[in-house]
């Protein structure tokens, strides 16, 4: 006769009962992003990982996004939907105002047509325009919370040069959005002294730090001499915030050191045909401009990379190097915001002033002769701490909290243990 085990069954039981307890108190949350993959750069990434571990958890998620040639208008898996609502958009990985305020309309029209009844408990808006406005909408309708989740450029006044007429035109509407959200949320403490002071003292209590997060699946330890060549990766829009013509004069400087080296940009925006053309005048023959590419294909590249040159004016916080430094590469990069918390310099990354590639070439020069030709091995500890900060487990913690406390929803209590 077949035994029956009285504890193991009382087990499944409990698990099961609180199982159903649990996901009773869930908050239902909507997603708000007109960027979400294949379509844009980091935000719609972290849009990814955020939708679906909140979605593996329990919580229902309904994203509303901008649909591209070849993917479905409509998509549901488990407790994840995504909505890609039809609106002007040329290319995948760059959009501009015009195409903002097009999705914004085309999501203002979708959110009317939905029923009276209230479908959602908790709302959170990437970007305070256009996702905010339409954020806001939600809100008037629905009486429907939401937190705004701030990626850098969408607050004034990060980064003058690029932003300061956008932010200028913009700035009465995006004053207003943060003042109606219930949380901004922003990924490093630069960005919150920022939007503290562009709400006001009244205001900045609702302003909190959340980081980007990091996958630690795929990490190396160290390096291997024996692949003699060092392996060197540019990833970002090819445009002056991302300073790709100091990477290619960079190029030409280590190449004259004679350091065994080949390099890899990918990315695409309007410096590429220049870009192109100074590495042919240098005669850098030793790079591979691969422009634009799905993601991927550039976590593929990171497989093997040694070293991640990042020459940024300004970052709100770089995903590329958080993917990077989550796999073990070496990163040199400008001290921008966020860098000097995932950075230790000397032991996983060297930080360089902005536009100085003699700089970069000789960290290049110190990476090869005291690390690389050495088989450096990161000290043990070190993926530990980041992990305990930066895993998206961690990460998504944080934010149901978020959704919890906008919602007034209390978070479940196991009531059986």
């Not at 990626?151 to 006044?157: E, M, T, Y």
């Not at 990924?187 to 630690?216: H, W």
């Not at 990379?305 to 070496?330: H, N, Q």
């Not at 000397?346 to 970069?360: D, E, L, S, T």
Request: net charge positive.
């Amino acid at each position: 006769m077949k035994s029956i085990s009285l504890d193991k069954d009382c087990d499944f039981i409990k698990k099961f009962t609180y199982k159903i307890f649990h996901l009773s108190y869930l908050p239902k949350i909507l997603i708000i992003n007109y960027e979400y993959p294949p379509l844009g750069g980091g935000a719609g990434i972290v849009t990814k990982h955020l939708a679906e571990r909140l979605a593996s958890r329990g919580y229902q998620v309904h994203i509303v996004t901008t649909w591209f040639s070849g993917e479905p208008e409509f998509s549901s898996d488990g407790n994840l939907t995504v909505v890609r609502l039809k609106s002007r958009r040329e290319v995948t990985y760059k959009s501009n105002p015009i195409e903002m305020l097009s999705w914004a309309r085309h999501a203002l029209k979708y959110f009317k047509q939905l029923p009276e009844e209230k479908l959602f408990d908790a709302c959170l808006a990437n970007f305070t325009m256009p996702g905010g406005l339409v954020a806001k909408y939600v809100k008037k309708r629905w009486n429907i919370p939401f937190a705004i989740l701030s990626h850098g450029h969408d607050i004034p006044w990060f980064a003058p040069k690029q932003m300061l007429p956008w932010h200028i035109m913009a700035y009465p509407w995006i004053r207003d959005v943060m003042r109606c959200s219930s949380k901004n949320i922003v990924l490093t403490n630069d960005l919150k002294s920022i939007a503290d002071k562009f709400v006001g003292t009244q205001e900045a209590k609702k302003n909190i730090v959340i980081p980007n997060g990091m996958l630690m699946d795929q990490y190396k330890s160290g390096f291997d001499s024996s692949k003699r060549v060092i392996q060197i990766l540019f990833v970002g829009r090819l445009v002056e915030q991302k300073d790709p013509v100091t990477f290619i004069k960079a190029c030409k400087a280590i190449n004259d050191l004679r350091i065994p080296v080949h390099y890899t940009m990918i990315g695409d925006g309007p410096l590429k045909s220049q870009v192109e053309k100074l590495a042919m005048a240098m005669n850098i023959r030793n790079i591979e401009i691969m422009g634009q590419v799905s993601h991927y294909d550039v976590l593929k590249a990171y497989e093997k990379t040694d070293i991640l040159i990042l020459p940024s004016r300004e970052e709100a916080m770089s995903l590329v190097i958080l993917e990077s430094i989550s796999r073990g590469i070496y990163v040199i990069s400008t001290l921008v915001s966020g860098n000097g918390h995932l950075i230790e310099e000397g032991v996983n990354g060297k930080f360089i002033p902005f536009g100085q590639h003699k700089k970069i070439s000789e960290a290049v020069a110190d990476f090869y002769y005291s690390k690389f030709m050495k088989d450096y091995q990161y000290p043990e500890n070190l993926i530990q701490k980041l992990f305990d900060r930066y895993s998206w487990d961690r990460v998504v913690d944080q934010y149901i909290d978020v959704f919890h406390t906008i919602s007034g929803i209390d978070k479940p209590v196991n009531i059986l243990t």
